[in-house]
């Protein structure tokens, strides 16, 4: 195991990795086994509604993973990671919709049928290839990645940073929504992509089919995660580090800063593609919703709430938020707001290092609590 | 003397007929006027309009709007005139013509219709037309004479001359001019173009362009050369008019912005909930309306200092429960405080109601100033851009010239250089978050009469809020109302080629691009204060 695999490689030799993987592994087990062993009437059997809804879960903390890659490690509060989930949700959007074929209303081969409601007579340009499985896998990573090529080389090489940053990528995912809304678009307009039938030739409505894609998010989890941990602990992570507590510092000390920004954004901005493309056929739709800055923003209070710069921290907190979410919107709706928005407070001012943070503490021997790890308020200087 | 016995069954039949009109009816002159209209020919009935007209009888005007509109009957047993109020089902609702009284219903198979054909059409509706140019307002004239533009034929011509003659009002003889002029043109009058030269009614245009179509080369050319020449004059007042949208727009930018601009440009403290600040101004407009009802005006302008006080405490509020605790660390400021925002929505959702409320405008507020024909500007628009000024200007005061803004940039400068000469920094912090907030209020206010009121109201604002003051230029309160202004010209400018959407989208990516360009914005600070 040297040279070029040798980073791959790390994390599997990290104590919380392993801790973490074994956690994980032994999560989709479980539930594989609870749902399939068990009758439908047992008290511990958990129903296909529930694994998707883990499954919702998991793709929300596959998101939430590649958001904390750029705030927690490099420092680039990004308030527009919703619009690359949800540009990695429509290429495979996309693809099942040309896999409905004529089994829509109304049953043309070609045109989804929203299209044929707009009286297009053609397929756009942008439709074509995604009737292939590989292209529009393709797609899932190269549309999100290259948006955030584009839009972060701009961005960095101009050193637009810290909350100018963030407040245009806010932008970004809004004039997004807006262009997705139209129905000139091409994309279903209001409605978005919806009503799938199959994947790779498997029927969405199966439960094997549902529980297949459970295990897959969860294994795209797994496989991001350690990408993540393999990137933040090799040297290049620790320029990222670097970066985010003393960027002018660090550009002094000659590394071209600009370039690893680039690459980490645009690597967290494919992760969080794959997620969208995941979560799009357990949930059965995408529409511009996914774009809204609100949605964006809550993303970024999973990593808060879970703890910034740790990884399995922002897994923590996707987790509970949206089942915190999906408990009140049930139960009392209009508290939920309340409740969503009280948790920006509270974590902001009261836990600033987040669950993870109150677990490390509890967990760390008492003598070595001293040691300034605090990813929060790092020596930087000033740049705005 | 011995009368034959039918002319005598002829008499008795006459005389049944005559019997049941009281005798004040057989004394209305009206009756006679009326007697003629019920004639063999059109030609016939043509005259007795014209008799009807110059009787200047004052229910003239009803008899011949009925009569175009085919609501003047003759009872075909008794002979009355009657007026039909509503002709559906078997029995009709009728009314006496002469009187006016209301006779109840009667059977559709009693009343003969007074017909008329198409000529006749015409020469009522000119007539009618007339009879409102005698009309005592000047105002109801000048409308009659537009309404005249494009319907004048041969018939209406000379009477419309006399008219001209008669009439006081220059404007009201301009308009008729054109109506005449329009007809000469039609009927071929080269001489004509020249009166229609550089008006910008839609009529006077159609009558051009078919003028301009026309065989006769001399007119067709003449007609062309005028079109051009309005056509000119159109561009220009599309022009204005966009100018005028882009400002309005832009002043409801600068507005919201403005806030913004002195909590985030100076304080540096990134307030998403600002948006909503502006929804709780627009609520407390209408919480002040619910207060005095009928006297909408009155509680608008007492909600000026009301929204600011309500917006005021409300940041105060934040600042004292969530920004203070996080100083320095701009970034979790921004999530405490977005978390504020949803709080509020939800509030005013749960307490008010989720549905938008009605906010009413006062009446010397609605309405429009007509420039020229082509041109006008709806007056609460102006009244926003206007305040929209006023209160930048008294913000430029607050910061320049008073105690509290030397303070201000003092305290933002150099914090603790400013503490040791004696400054309160905590209770400048407060005060600036105040002003700020309180100035957001007022954006509410003003957005409560252009907008709905609802609790999404600010949400929609905090993005462009944003893009303004950073567009402007961070802690440059000038820098922000160019920014806001020609934000909202250049939005109005996209959008009759791209849309509404399409164009507000183009605008984000410039901004984004510009901000690549010039990070510091259109006014960068400079000296120490950019060290901030």
């Not at chain 1, 790390?10 to 087990?29: D, H, M, N």
């Not at chain 1, 129905?183 to 978005?192: L, T």
């Not at chain 2, 078919?210 to 065989?215: N, P, T, V």
Request: net charge neutral; glycine share 10%; aromatic share 8%.
């Amino acid at each position: 195991m040297h040279s070029s695999t040798a980073w791959l490689a790390r994390p599997f030799r990290e104590r919380a990795t392993q801790l973490f993987l074994g956690i994980l592994l032994a999560a989709l087990a479980t539930v594989t086994l609870l749902n399939l062993a068990l009758p439908a009437g047992h008290p511990l059997h958990i129903s296909t509604y529930t694994v998707t809804l883990l499954g919702k879960y998991l793709s929300y903390a596959l998101l939430a993973v590649a958001v904390d890659l750029v705030w927690g490690y490099l420092g680039i509060l990004s308030l527009g990671h919703g619009a690359f989930f949800a540009l990695g949700g429509y290429a495979m959007g996309m693809y099942l919709m040309r896999q409905i074929g004529d089994r829509g209303t109304y049953g043309d081969p070609v045109l989804p049928d929203f299209m044929v409601f707009l009286d297009w007579d053609s397929l756009p340009w942008y439709w074509l290839g995604f009737d292939m499985a590989w292209f529009a896998f393709v797609m899932v990573l190269l549309a999100p990645g290259l948006l955030a090529l584009v839009f972060g080389f701009l961005a960095f090489r101009s050193r637009v940073t810290g909350v100018y940053l963030s407040i245009i990528t806010q932008a970004l995912t809004f004039a997004l929504m807006l262009a997705f809304f139209r129905n000139e678009m091409g994309f279903g307009g209001n409605n978005g992509l919806t009503d799938f039938k199959e994947l790779l030739g498997f029927d969405l409505r199966s439960d094997a089919t549902r529980l297949g894609l459970f295990l897959a998010t969860g294994i795209a989890l797994a496989l991001g995660y350690v990408l993540c941990r393999a990137i933040v602990a090799s040297k290049l992570g620790r320029v990222c580090v670097a970066t985010r507590d003393a960027e002018a510092r660090t550009r002094f000390l000659g590394y071209r800063v600009e370039r690893f920004q680039l690459f980490v954004f645009v690597v967290s901005a494919m992760l969080a593609g794959v997620a969208g493309a995941l979560y799009v056929p357990q949930v059965g739709i995408i529409n511009p919703g996914e774009f809204s800055p609100i949605f964006s923003i809550e993303i970024v209070l999973w990593v808060a709430l879970g703890g910034r710069a740790t990884l399995y921290g922002a897994v923590i907190g996707a987790i509970l938020v949206n089942y915190a979410k999906t408990v009140f919107t049930g139960v009392m709706p209009d508290a939920w707001l309340f409740a969503l928005g009280g948790l920006f407070v509270l974590v902001t001012v009261l836990l600033p290092k987040g669950i993870s943070g109150l677990l490390a503490y509890r967990l760390t021997p008492r003598r070595l609590q001293r040691e300034p790890a605090d990813p929060s308020s790092p020596h930087r200087e000033a740049s705005t | 003397m011995t009368i034959p016995p039918c002319l005598g069954r002829l008499l008795a039949l006459c005389l049944l007929v005559w019997l049941p009109l009281s005798a004040s009816a057989q004394d209305d002159p009206g009756q006679a006027l009326l007697e003629p209209l019920d004639a063999a020919s059109y030609a016939r009935m043509g005259e007795a309009i014209e008799a009807i007209i110059d009787s200047g009888d004052a229910r003239s005007r009803g008899w011949l709007e009925a009569l175009l509109g085919g609501k003047l009957h003759r009872h075909k047993d008794t002979g009355r005139f009657v007026m039909v109020l509503e002709n559906r089902g078997r029995d009709w609702p009728v009314a006496d013509a002469l009187t006016g009284e209301a006779l109840g219903e009667m059977s559709r198979r009693d009343l003969d219709r007074l017909g008329i054909n198409n000529a006749l059409r015409g020469q009522l509706q000119g007539a009618l037309a007339v009879l409102d140019l005698q009309a005592d307002g000047v105002s109801e004239r000048r409308q009659a004479a537009r309404e005249l533009l494009g319907d004048v034929d041969a018939s209406l011509a000379e009477p419309l001359e006399a008219v001209i003659r008669a009439e006081q009002d220059a404007e009201v003889r301009r308009l008729l001019q054109q109506a005449l002029a329009i007809h000469r043109l039609e009927v071929g009058d080269v001489a004509a173009v020249a009166d229609l030269q550089g008006s910008l009614n839609s009529r006077v245009r159609a009558a051009l362009n078919s003028a301009a179509r026309s065989g006769d080369p001399a007119l067709a050319e003449a007609a062309s050369m005028a079109l051009a020449d309005i056509e000119q004059k159109m561009k220009l007042n599309r022009g204005l008019e966009t100018l005028y949208f882009g400002l309005s727009l832009g002043s409801v930018l600068v507005l919201a912005a403005i806030g913004l601009a002195i909590t985030f440009g100076v304080m540096g403290v990134i307030n998403m909930a600002h948006g909503e600040l502006i929804m709780l101004g627009a609520y407390t407009t209408w919480a002040m309306q619910q207060l005095l009802p009928g006297q909408p005006g009155l509680a608008l302008v007492l909600s000026i200092p009301a929204g600011f006080l309500v917006a005021a405490l409300a940041g105060i509020a934040i600042e004292r429960g969530v920004i203070q605790f996080l100083k320095g660390r701009p970034l979790e400021t921004l999530l405490a405080t977005f978390g504020v925002s949803l709080i509020l929505q939800q509030l005013v959702r749960t307490l008010i109601s989720p549905l938008n409320r009605t906010v009413v405008t006062p009446e010397w507020m609605s309405g429009s100033i007509m420039i020229n024909e082509g041109l006008s500007l709806t007056l609460n628009r102006l009244y926003v851009l206007g305040f929209a000024l006023v209160v930048f200007a008294g913000l430029m005061l607050v910061m320049r010239r008073t105690r509290l803004g030397l303070e201000v940039r003092a305290v933002t400068q150099n914090r603790a250089m400013a503490r040791s000469m004696g400054i309160r920094a905590t209770r400048v912090d407060i005060m600036t978050f105040a002003l700020g907030s309180g100035v957001a209020g007022l954006a509410g206010v003003a957005l409560s009469q252009l907008t709905n009121v609802g609790p999404n109201l600010g949400q929609n604002y905090i993005i462009d809020s944003f893009m303004v003051v950073v567009f402007g230029g961070v802690g440059n309160l000038w820098g922000t109302l160019v920014a806001g202004l020609s934000l909202g010209v250049i939005n109005q400018v996209l959008e009759p080629w791209a849309g509404a959407v399409l164009a507000k989208i183009l605008v984000l990516v410039f901004i984004i691009l510009f901000i690549q360009k010039r990070p510091r914005g259109l006014f960068p600070q400079k000296g120490r204060a950019a060290e901030g």
